[in-house]
């Protein structure tokens, strides 16, 4: 069974860099065959689809986002992480973690119980 | 302003049969990319109801179903419940610079 869970600040100041982990176990981040990913979720609104790393490496962002994302992942602790930067009280949202997979079209099938994040002075 | 179009809300009384709309454009839906549905339940995440259009993965009731047709889905849940009560959220996969995975804006299910 995948497991994954979301770690890092709940609070965060406008302008710094917003910094979580996700802890993957039941699963490899190295495996060619997922799209680890970052979904947010703003108060009270919608899903908001961050990025993904895949073979625990390449990556692929949100064109609205890219400019101040990164994902990274860390193969021997089976983690990967978002970083977002420049961050202003609009990034302020839930943030989980997911698995991708790509068959019968490109869905998430697990999820971390997410983490709010604020971002105040 | 989603990518995917999804009614604000919808409701039914229990055993009823209702429907969630999700509209996307030739950049999704008619370029030939799937609908996945998701159900948030109050304070939880979202969970994979329905994929690949209309497949349901385990653990999921045969009450649930989903379809696709030319740039359209919708879900459908039938002898609805009063746990069927949550946000209901289409997903797909998108050509264009909206980004390559796309959401609906979410449809909330009151069971009256």
């Known amino acids: 069974q995948v497991q994954l869970q979301e770690s890092g600040p709940g609070l965060v100041k406008p302008s710094q860099t917003l910094s979580l982990t996700c802890t993957v176990s039941?699963?490899?981040?190295?495996?060619?065959?997922?799209?680890w990913s970052w979904i947010r979720q703003h108060p009270g609104k919608g899903l908001e689809w961050i990025g993904y790393?895949?073979?625990?490496?390449?990556?692929y962002y949100n064109p609205s986002l890219k400019s101040r994302v990164t994902i990274s992942g860390d193969t021997s602790k089976n983690q990967f992480s978002l970083n977002l930067s420049s961050v202003t009280a609009a990034d302020t949202a839930v943030y989980y973690c997911?698995?991708?997979?790509?068959?019968?079209?490109?869905?998430?099938?697990?999820w971390g119980q997410g983490t709010l994040v604020t971002v105040s002075s | 302003q989603s990518v995917l179009t999804q009614p604000p809300s919808v409701s039914g009384a229990p055993g009823q049969r209702v429907t969630i709309s999700c509209t996307g454009s030739r950049s999704n839906f008619g370029a030939g990319y799937d609908v996945h549905w998701y159900q948030q339940l109050p304070g939880t995440a979202p969970k994979l109801l329905i994929y690949g259009n209309n497949n349901r993965p385990s653990g999921v009731p045969d009450r649930f179903s989903g379809s696709k047709s030319g740039t359209s889905a919708s879900l459908a849940i039938t002898g609805l419940q009063s746990e069927d009560e949550a946000d209901y959220y289409c997903q797909s996969y998108d050509t264009t610079l909206s980004g390559l995975v796309v959401f609906g804006g979410g449809t909330k299910l009151t069971v009256l």
């Open positions: 039941g699963g490899s981040i190295s495996s060619g065959l997922y799209y």
């Open positions: 997911t698995r991708g997979v790509n068959n019968y079209g490109f869905r998430f099938d697990y």
């Open positions: 790393i895949y073979n625990g490496v390449s990556t």
